[in-house]
Every structure is written in C-alpha cells, then in structure tokens.
C-alpha cells in the first residue's frame, strides 16, 4: 500500500466520527486533503455539516467539493477537528506545520471539543524533534527574535541550526497571516510542553508548531492495518 493510500485510510477512519450537524475544523495538508474530499463525498449524500477551514488551500479544497464554510466569529465553537501531523509522540504531543499553516491550525484546534489527528504511521516517534520544529515569526526584528528563540532553546536542553523558510520558487515562504518560519532541526525535543511555553514567551513568535494538549486521538494507518490511539489526559492538560 502506497503512503498516499495509507493517508486516505487514516481519513477515512477518522470521518466515521462525524455526525449530521456537526461544525468541524478542516485541517491543512495532503492527509487532510484526503479528509476533505471524502467529507465532500459525504455531503454530496446528504451530510449536513459545516467547515472552518484551516488555509486558503484548504478552503479552495473544501469549496471544490461543496463542503459548506464558516468562521470562528459566525460561530463560537466546533464540535471536531481532523487534521494530520508531521510527528506525533505517546502523549499525542505533535509538530505541524511543515506546510506552514500551523498558526490557523492551532487557533482551530483550541476552538474544537475534539482533536482528531491522522495520519499514516510513518509519524508516529517516540520523542518529537526529528522533523524541523516550525516557529511563525514576525519579519521586523527577526535578529532579535532569533536570538530570543536561540536562548529559549538553551535554556530547553535543546540546539540546531535555524533557517527562514523558503518557497518552492526560493523567495521567503509567507504565510497565510503574512508572516515568515524560522524551522529548527532540533533532533530531540526532551521537554516539548517546556520548550512550548518558552517559544510563547518571545514577543517576535506568533505561534510555534509544538501542540500540546490539542490532539485527543490520533488514527495512525500502516501496514498492519489502523491504530486509534486515545490522550489519557484531558485536552488543554500540559503538564
Ligand atoms: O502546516 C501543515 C500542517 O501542519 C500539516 O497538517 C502537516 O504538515 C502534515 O501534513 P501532511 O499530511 O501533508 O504530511
């Protein structure tokens, strides 16, 4: 099976959880993709559901397959959220935002009852870090702000080379808030609930890709078949 088969199967399992009614939060990526379309299936059968998508990629998918959308200011709450990741650990700790749109990501999630993340099982670690850990900053002053973020990782146990993100056309990567990355190989995130707070303390971060406490299950696809693992703590729980 193809990882992209795997992804849609992660998918699929994760839309058994969505009931008539219900407001979701539409997450960003090729494994949420694969939720969107599938949903769009469902409603096209006469699903009664509606969307906040979680970037612009994601609302021109969810438009394409006729999923009906809404804001976080039209409504005051959502009911689900599915949405992958790019490492999920045993606490269902997460990074995202390899795609950069973590910051809209992370707003969705904390609106949401219920994080459901998918993904194929490839992303399943058992400590976070190996993938670059994305911060979302402001370009004016971003010296300071590396330094600021450089001193956050020391005092973290944590180190590695930084580097702004760059598009696919090798101009700055910008986000759909009109902010840079700064992505940090970091290898091992020992404390990622610590190194959390200490990345949301720098004036110049807008948000950084660790979510803690967010994912309330994670339905990991593999070879031998698919893996519904629940958070033992309540959402919101850091510590
Ligand atoms: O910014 C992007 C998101 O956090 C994605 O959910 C994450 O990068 C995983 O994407 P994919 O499903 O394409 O691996």
Request: glycine share 12%; hydrophobic share 45%; net charge negative.
């Amino acid at each position: 099976m193809t990882m992209d088969q795997l992804k849609r199967q992660a998918a699929a399992r994760a839309l058994e959880e969505v009931r008539d009614g219900m407001q979701l939060g539409l997450g960003t990526g090729s494994t949420a993709k694969h939720f969107v379309e599938l949903l769009g299936e469902r409603v096209a059968a006469g699903l009664k559901v509606i969307g906040v998508p979680t970037s612009e990629a994601t609302r021109a998918d969810a438009e394409r397959c006729g999923v009906k959308l809404t804001t976080l200011d039209e409504i005051d709450h959502l009911d689900l959220t599915i949405d992958g990741a790019d490492e999920i650990d045993p606490e269902l700790n997460l990074i995202k935002g390899g795609g950069g749109a973590l910051l809209r990501e992370k707003i969705v999630a904390a609106a949401s009852d219920r994080m459901i993340v998918i993904a194929d099982d490839s992303k399943w670690v058992s400590t976070l870090g190996k993938f670059p850990l994305p911060v979302e900053v402001i370009p004016f002053g971003l010296g300071a702000t590396r330094r600021a973020i450089e001193k956050a990782f020391a005092e973290c146990g944590v180190s590695g080379q930084m580097a702004v993100r760059k598009a696919k056309d090798g101009h700055v990567f910008v986000t759909d808030g009109g902010h840079w990355i700064v992505d940090a190989q970091l290898g091992r995130i020992t404390d990622p609930p610590g190194l959390a707070k200490a990345l949301s303390a720098i004036p110049g971060v807008v948000e950084h890709g660790l979510f803690i406490g967010l994912a309330s299950s994670a339905v990991l696809a593999g070879g031998g078949g698919i893996r519904v693992i629940e958070r033992r703590k309540p959402k919101g729980d850091q510590e």
